[in-house]
């Protein structure tokens, strides 16, 4: 129903609609907002979290240098394995997907620097049978990881088959020159290397910080994937020092036959878990409010 009631063109606008006379509300820009992810940390950050890894290895060095151990002779036992049974088509790979489930291993390395923060000493065996906050999640994460190293390893063979075709592989001691003196091999080190490149950068941004998360907190994995992946891409600067810095101390590991694992892990495990408390903070441990799937056990 319309009113019947007129107005001056000059009287002030009826007090229940301030812009009834045509007037525009003011637009005023939204107040800045404090990124709770960000950390400002420059690059250099990067040698400090080694350098507490490196402590934190020497503190009580019998436990991580056990791990360490442990992950050389493994690496050695799964290399050997599958050059013993004709897998060595899938070892190149193999290595190259190490870089994915390596957060995961070093769980027991984030066990030990947590309680070396709280004053308390660790063992070999508290490291291995430990038992993380966020209950089976962890393992519902191992199981995220193992079936994204999984979906590269197949990658990687199909990525060989558009190149070279459905062929046997022709063995390890004849795929070197095939790779670098062949144009063929030149181009499968371009799209191969690219694809891997984009798989380690995933599963690192997903898991660097979720592995340890999940120890701690009483999240669910596909949350803590999530912040995570948050708190790689606004501290993009210092973590892509860090994740250089993990990837040359892993080739070097590797060009020493896996022996420099007995060191270099438990050093990056040690500075992994610096990294995450230096970015994730109790401070920003949001609790139920930053849990986006489920609950956890």
């Known amino acids: 129903m319309l009113s019947d009631r007129t107005y001056e063109p000059d009287a002030p606008p009826p007090p229940d609609n301030p812009y009834a006379a045509g007037a525009i509300p003011k637009v005023v820009p939204a107040l800045p907002r404090e990124n709770p992810r960000a950390r400002a940390l420059p690059w250099r950050t990067a040698f400090h979290w080694l350098r507490a890894g490196w402590s934190d290895t020497w503190t009580n060095p019998v436990p991580s240098l056990a791990y360490g151990l442990a992950v050389s002779l493994i690496s050695i036992g799964v290399v050997w394995a599958l050059l013993r049974y004709g897998y060595d088509y899938t070892l190149f790979p193999a290595l190259a997907g190490f870089m994915v489930i390596g957060p995961l291993v070093a769980n027991g390395l984030y066990e030990k620097s947590r309680r070396l923060e709280l004053g308390q000493r660790t063992t070999f065996t508290r490291m291995i049978f430990l038992m993380p906050r966020s209950g089976y999640q962890a393992l519902f994460m191992g199981v995220l990881l193992l079936g994204l190293f999984l979906l590269w390893m197949r990658s990687a063979v199909l990525i060989w088959a558009l190149f070279f075709g459905i062929v046997p592989f022709p063995g390890a001691d004849e795929i070197v020159p095939m790779l670098l003196f062949t144009p063929t091999g030149w181009a499968l080190l371009l799209v191969g290397g690219s694809v891997g490149a984009l798989f ?87 609790g139920e409010a930053e849990r986006m799937f489920i609950r956890p056990a």
């Open 200 to 286: 380690a950068a995933f599963s690192f941004a997903i898991s660097v910080f979720a592995v340890p998360m999940l120890l701690t907190e009483r999240t669910d994995a596909l949350s803590a994937l999530g912040i995570s992946m948050a708190m790689v891409w606004n501290n993009l600067t210092v973590m892509l020092a860090w994740g250089a810095i993990v990837l040359a101390l892993f080739l070097i590991s590797i060009a020493t036959g896996f022996l420099g694992f007995v060191i270099v892990f438990p050093v990056l495990g040690h500075a992994t878990w610096h990294a995450y408390r230096a970015i994730r903070g109790e401070d920003q441990q949001g």
